[in-house]
């Protein structure tokens, strides 16, 4: 069975700062991890996923996300915050080859102009 | 990336009623998924939604209160049974897809609210 726990709730941070989204998974197997954004009233977009090839994960908008097996971590950042970027983010889990995601509780994200 | 397509998008029931929700892909997936996310909170895995046979529901979830469907490899529906307010949430539907076959992506969800 896996689990993810997401380190704070709410993150604030000011426009140009780094963004720093905690993710912790446990996994009785080798996972594949996703990172998905929801901006207020729409859906899940995919940021990035880990599917075990390269442990640096590039993704859209600018984020991306480093798979540390020793720590069971996959953190989401962002050099530098842009307004748009308030939103609510979600990591989330599978075994591979399941697809069967565990999220997160998710981490609100607001930025100051 | 798939283009998924739900409907209704939103709609606001009555309690005892049910309702169904469509998911159209723009191209064969292999594998389709139904969420829940309730006001507030993170998403829940329903079933996975088998083309041909029964669905697979996820502990806490049953036929008989989500009836699921999946005649081919393109479409799904959800139906929400016998509703009542604990029932308003958005609905997701995601595929598996991608070049690589690992990527999953979701539907903008179908919003529901339970008078």
């Known amino acids: 069975a896996q689990s993810v726990t997401q380190l704070g709730s709410h993150v604030s941070v000011s426009e140009g700062a780094l963004v720093l989204l905690r993710c912790n998974y446990s996994s009785s197997v080798p996972p594949y991890l996703f990172w998905y954004v929801q901006y207020p009233n729409q859906g899940l977009q995919l940021l990035l996923k880990?599917?075990?090839?390269?442990?640096l994960v590039k993704g859209i908008n600018g984020f991306e996300a480093e798979f540390k097996k020793s720590e069971t971590s996959f953190h989401l950042t962002k050099p530098s915050a842009h307004m748009s970027d308030a939103a609510e983010y979600f990591c989330?889990?599978?075994?591979?080859?399941?697809?069967?995601?565990?999220f997160g509780a998710g981490t609100t994200v607001t930025v100051r102009a | 990336s798939a283009v998924i397509s739900q409907k209704p998008s939103r709609d606001i029931c009555q309690r005892g009623t049910s309702l169904t929700i469509q998911c159209q892909v723009d191209?064969?997936?292999?594998?389709m998924f139904w969420y829940r996310q309730q006001p507030g909170q993170s998403l829940t895995l329903i079933a996975t939604?088998?083309?041909?046979?029964?669905?697979?529901?996820e502990s806490g979830f049953v036929i008989d209160k989500f009836p699921i469907s999946r005649p081919n490899l393109t479409f799904s529906t959800l139906t929400v049974s016998n509703m009542s307010p604990e029932d308003s949430s958005i609905y997701l539907c995601s595929v598996v897809t991608g070049i690589d076959g690992h990527t999953i992506y979701f539907g903008e969800g179908s919003w529901l609210t339970v008078v």
């Open positions: 989330a889990v599978s075994e591979q080859g399941d697809y069967k995601l565990s």
């Open positions: 880990y599917t075990s090839a390269a442990t």
């Open positions: 939604a088998n083309q041909g046979s029964e669905a697979t529901y």
């Open positions: 191209s064969q997936v292999t594998m």
